[in-house]
Structures are given as C-alpha cells and as structure tokens.
C-alpha cells in the first residue's frame, strides 16, 4: 500500500481560497472583497494591487512563474495566455517578481482570433478579460510549470461578450433579482441574494492511447468515422456499475487527487452503460464556479488520462451502436439563508411557494421549450439525442406521480387536497430492511426531470459547456418570475391571487408535462399533438436564438443585445459547417490513403488463392464468391467516397452561414453516412491482419 492519503488535507491546495485570502488579506481589505463578491461593485485599485499581491505571493510560493486569465470563448473550450510575475531588474540586476492590481483585474486578448459571429474583425483585434471575483483562482501545474489561472469574463473592445461566462452571469443577476422579489412576496426579509446552483455529471469512454493515435477519426474528429459493431456491445448490461477495471481505476484515483487540489468536489465515480464509458459527478455549486468547474474537470480527465497511456473521449457518440455520453445538468435555486425554492417538503400541495415556483418553471419551459432545446445543443449532440439512451429531442417536462396528480388536482379542481404516498418497500426478507418508499419513480427518458429538489436537465451534450444551457435556464425562469410578481405584488388579496395564479399556469401549461416514455414513437405523435417543437438537428435550433420571443426574453434583462445573439447564431452556422467539414475530409483521407489500398491488397491476395486453387485442381467457387463480394463492396466504397469528394467540393463554395450549414447536414452528412456504411460492411469482410486500424472491439475491450 501506499501513503494514506488525507483528503481533507489536500482539498483546495492549488485554490486560492476564502480562507486563504482571509490569511493573507488585511481584515479591511478582506472586507472590502467578500462584500463585492457578495453584493456585486468594484475593488478600489488600492485594494486590487494588495490582493494582487497577496495572489503573486501565494503562488510563487508554490512554484508558479507565470499567470494567465483563463477564460472561455465560443469555442467550447478554455482560453490562456501565460505572462510571467518578471519585471525588469532592479538597479543591482536582481530580478523582481511583480503582479499589480491592474494585472489582476484586466487583461486585453486578440478578440478576432476567436469565434465572434463578425462581431471583430482582423482589423479590430481589441478583446478584454475582466477578472470573475466570485470564482476563485487556481494553480495548474503541467510540464509547462506552475501557472496561477485567475477565471476572466471575455468581451470585446465594444462591450458585446464573446465567451459563455458573461452572459452566465447577467443571467444570474436577472434570476436573483425577480428570485428575490418572488421570495418576499412570502415574507421571506432576510435573504439578500438568490444563486442558481448546478451539479454536472460528466460522461466520458477511456481508450487505450496507442490505439487511439492509430485512429486518424479519434484523433482529428474525437468519434469514430467508420467501425463495425463488435459481437458484443452493451446489450447484457454488465459494464454499468460493474466492477472498475485496475488500470481506470487507478487512472480515477490520479483524477479524483487533482480535481480535489483543484477544489472540486468530485464525489461519484462508476462505469457507465457502455464499455470503456464511465462517470463523475461532482457535488452542487454555485452555476458559474460549477461551470469553470466542469471545464476544469473535463481539462483533467484529458490531461490525467495520457499519464496512465490513456486517452479520454469526450464526444457525444464516440462510437455508432452504444450509448452516448451526455452530462446531466442538475439545476436549484437557493437563498442565502438556505431556503431551497425546489424543495417540496412534506407536503407539496399546501407548500404554496413551491408551487407557485413550480407553476413559473412550467410555464417558462413551455414557452421557451425551442430555446431550451437550442442552449443543450452541439454537432456531436445530434448523433445522441433521439438515441435510446438519451433524452428524445423533443422537450418535456417530469414530475413523478405525486406531483403530477398535485397539478392534474390544481387544475381540475382548484385545490389539492390528496397527497399521493410512496408506501413501504417490502423486500420479503427478513434480515433486509423495510424501507419508505419515494413518492415518484425515476424517468431516465426524460430531458427536463423534476428529482426530488431539483430539476436535472439531461440534454447537454458531454463535450459542451454547461454555461449555455444554466445562461438559458436562469434567462426563462427569471422572465416567469418577473411576470408572475408583477402580477402578486399589485393584488389585493395575495392569497387568492397566488392561489388563481398558480392554477392558470398549470392549466394553460401542463402540455409540456410528459411523464411516460420518451423514447416511444407514441410519444413522438402525442407531442406533435400537443403543439411541442421537435427540432432534430442542431442546425434547425440554431434560428432560435433571434426569433422576437428570444430577443425580448434576452434583452429584457440585458444578457444578450440582439447583435449578441446574431452574431451567436452565425459562430453556431460556421461551427456545424467546419465540423463537418473536417469529419469529411478525414474520412476521405483515411478512405484513400488507408481503407482502399488496404482492401485492394485483400482482394489480390484473395485473387492469388483463386487462382492458385484452380490451377491445382480443386474447387475455387467459395474463394471466388468471397473475392466477388468483397470487390463488389469496394466499389460502392469507392462510388461512395466520389459522391463524398463532390457534395464536398460544392459546400465548401458555399458563402451563406446558414445555407453552408443546412448542406452540409442534408448532403454531406448524408454522403458521409454511405460511405460509411460501405468500409463498415467491408471491415466485416477483411482479414482483421490487413484492416489498417484498431477495431471497435480493440477499443471498447482492451483497456
């Protein structure tokens, strides 16, 4: 056995943390920084360069060199320039290490060398990252050294944002200030600030690296282009929470060490449904520290995963024919005197607040179920959902049976006077526990679930941000919120008019309650019925975003201007047509360089044996049958693969964003999916000796 390792020891070592600036702070300097974390406003640049220093000081002291804002642009993934703590020397050539307030608080960034939606131009490089004081700063260590990583906002010179943590957090500004007006309106006086809190499970698969390098579509794509089925795949049910294989789980143990120095509260860990795919969950914060959060983890993952000779797959589908990997996005509202506005208690149909919460949370969902659907969506997202294994594309909202029939009372009557009870689960053996039952059962085809305190939103894809999906989720329930106490705060008799409120929400909305399967094509018709959009690609969410009910929600409670969410919708046109267009040319490449010759080798060794067992007198008929079905697979790859040459050529001519896009889903796509079909079908044919990469089953298998 090794060392015994003290987790408590450990957490939050690389973090500069509440207690560690209390340590290090002057008491009034310390003041001065909770309260604006707290209440919002600015640091004097006094107090700035005291922090800086304080910053500088502690993580020199632990290695660092260098610092960076590390930020988030519409990339999906984090941004950093490392500048060092050097200074010029001082008269005597000794080096100085510095870091001034000014550091601290601004950086400036070329703002056109990421995704702006034609927001900046070449010539309009100008970009600042404004320093998240809610989000504490950090150490990474690699062999690039010590870096001190400071969580940043991205805008451009012009003020409009360009990464996801802007408008995270005027979201939640908006959400806490309609949240606080709801909460006083039930004479709750002592709350000062209302947060969204967020838990994300991340899904992730674990391949062996050297096979993974042999994969050109792993490497350039992060899914798997071509691939045949292995004979067996998840259908006996025996990788999900089966026992850890020794090398992941020493690859988790190295994982979980550094997210807790790193300070995230990485609690859950078990295999997932398919082989080689698995699962992390952390402990709820608030949305923008579990946003960097999620980041921080997947950066991990990936980062830990090459140490072991591991490589960790993010992608939604990594591989055709078993589950995808999602990441559940579990979503609460809290006060800061620790009311939970989720929580139902005891009894949830005389709990009148929580109803009232529940009725604004329906109504926001429904009325914005096409933009609920377009914050979950990404290119790798739509080979997963739909699946039977994800949430179906359509939204909808779970209840569970109590409050289900507590909305069905409501509405159909006015009152709820019945409470629906979970019962006693009676195992029939003696030595087991009897046990009080959930009132509701689980519904894992749900992609909005009310789970008993919160409601998990099980869309978002495993590569994705989570900060779009909380931004849109903060955004509707913050415009429910404001409408609802528009209305309570005028009445004359609150408690009729919360009690007429709360019915008229939940009759005119209770469409978009679903507690059945969703993976059922029944479903599908029902909520076609029901008048629920049912939007299957990423490409036909996108206009979502600068529809005029979209606009008016966002710019209402300022976090998007409508050039904002323009400017959003041509980087999501652009990035769907880029996707595609590498996952193209890779298979192009690879059905070229490797597939082909591999196959032509195959079938001259094939023709050789043909011919050898003629000429010695024997029947060559199944030898011949077997070189006529291969050849005659390997022209259809090949007529494929022009096909794949030639919808290329004409989308990459293509100037309009959106039109660019939709090609590429309705013929690149479709070309990409026949060539495909031809090499997997081939792949079933090839001596394994001459096919020239790994297979599903070296991957999924041999870990």
């Known amino acids: 056995m090794g060392e015994l390792l003290n987790v408590e020891e450990i957490f939050g070592e690389k973090v500069f943390t509440i207690t560690k600036m209390r340590e290090r702070l002057p008491k009034k300097v310390f003041q001065e920084v909770t309260k604006v974390m707290e209440q919002g406003g600015e640091l004097s640049m006094a107090t700035a360069d005291i922090v800086a220093k304080a910053m500088k000081d502690w993580a020199v002291e632990n290695g660092a060199t260098h610092y960076t804002h590390w930020f988030q642009p519409l990339t999906g993934i984090t941004a950093e320039k490392h500048d060092s703590f050097v200074t010029h020397p001082d008269k005597d050539g000794r080096m100085l290490m510095e870091f001034s307030g000014k550091e601290l608080i601004k950086g400036e960034p070329d703002a056109s060398s990421f995704p702006s939606g034609g927001l900046r131009a070449t010539f309009e490089a100008r970009g600042y990252t404004a320093w998240d004081i809610t989000s504490p700063a950090f150490l990474k260590e690699d062999a690039t050294g010590v870096i001190l990583c400071i969580p940043t906002a991205f805008c451009s010179y012009t003020g409009e944002a360009l990464d996801t943590k802007t408008p995270l957090m005027r979201s939640m500004e908006a959400l806490n200030e309609q949240a606080l007006r709801i909460v006083r309106l039930f004479g709750n006086t002592t709350a000062t600030k209302v947060s969204p809190s967020v838990g994300a499970e991340q899904e992730y698969f674990i391949v062996d690296r050297e096979k993974y390098l042999q994969r050109p579509d792993l490497i350039f794509a992060g899914r798997t282009l071509f691939g045949a089925p292995a004979p067996k795949g998840q259908e006996m049910d025996d990788h999900y929470f089966g026992t850890i294989r020794e090398r992941i789980g020493s690859y988790m143990k190295d994982l979980n060490i550094e997210l807790w120095k790193l300070g995230v509260t990485a609690k859950t860990q078990h295999n997932e449904a398919a082989p080689a795919q698995h699962e992390l969950a952390p402990i709820y914060e608030t949305a923008n520290i579990a946003v960097d959060h999620n980041q921080l983890v997947m950066e991990t993952m990936k980062k830990v995963a090459s140490r072991h000779g591991l490589h960790c797959l993010l992608h939604e589908k990594p591989f055709a024919g078993v589950n995808g990997s999602g990441k559940h996005n579990n979503w609460s509202i809290c006060t800061d005197n620790g009311v939970n506005l989720l929580e139902p208690g005891e009894t949830p149909n005389e709990n009148i607040q929580f109803l009232l919460v529940l009725a604004c949370i329906m109504k926001a969902v429904d009325t914005h179920a096409d933009l609920l659907r377009q914050s979950a969506s990404d290119v790798g997202n739509d080979h997963r959902l739909g699946a039977n294994e994800a949430p179906p594309a359509i939204i909808s909202i779970f ?38 039952k959930d009132a509701t059962d689980r519904n894992r085809t749900s992609p909005f679930a009310f789970t008993g305190n919160k409601f998990e939103f099980r869309m978002v894809g ?185 919808e290329v050529s004409v989308a990459t001519s293509m100037e309009n964003g959106k039109d660019k896009a939709y090609y590429y889903k309705d013929h690149v796509k479709v070309a990409m999916e026949a060539l495909r079909a031809s090499v997997d079908a081939l792949e079933t044919m090839v001596d394994k000796k001459e096919w020239p990469m790994p297979t599903y089953a070296d991957l999924l298998f041999e870990v």
């Open 462 to 646: 495993s590569s994705d941000s989570i900060g779009s999906a909380n931004t849109t989720l903060n955004a509707i329930v913050a415009e429910a919120f404001c409408e609802a106490a528009d209305i309570l705060e005028k009445a004359d008799d609150f408690d009729m008019a919360v009690h007429d409120l709360i019915k008229e929400y939940m009759t005119k909305h209770q469409r978009i309650i679903f507690n059945g399967d969703g993976y059922s094509d029944a479903w599908v018709a029902e909520a076609e019925r029901r008048g629920l959009p049912n939007m299957q690609s990423m490409v036909d969410a996108v206009c979502t975003l600068t529809t005029p009910k979209a606009i008016k929600l966002f710019e209402k409670f300022h976090i998007f201007t409508k050039t904002e969410l323009e400017s959003r919708e041509e980087v999501l046109y652009e990035t769907y047509a880029k996707t595609l267009n590498i996952e193209a040319l890779t298979m192009i490449d690879m059905a070229t360089k490797s597939i082909i010759p591999a196959v032509v080798r195959y079938t001259k060794s094939l023709a050789d044996t043909v011919i050898a067992v003629h000429e010695a007198g024997a029947d060559s008929e199944v030898q011949y049958e077997i070189l006529a079905e291969v050849s005659a697979e390997l022209k259809a790859a090949k007529t494929a693969l022009a096909k794949l040459k030639e």
């Open 399 to 436: 209840l569970g049976d109590q409050l289900e029939d507590v909305v069905k009372q409501l509405v159909e009557t006015g009152a709820a006077a019945n409470l629906k009870e979970g019962g006693k689960l009676q195992t029939g053996v003696s030595t087991l526990p009897d046990f009080e």
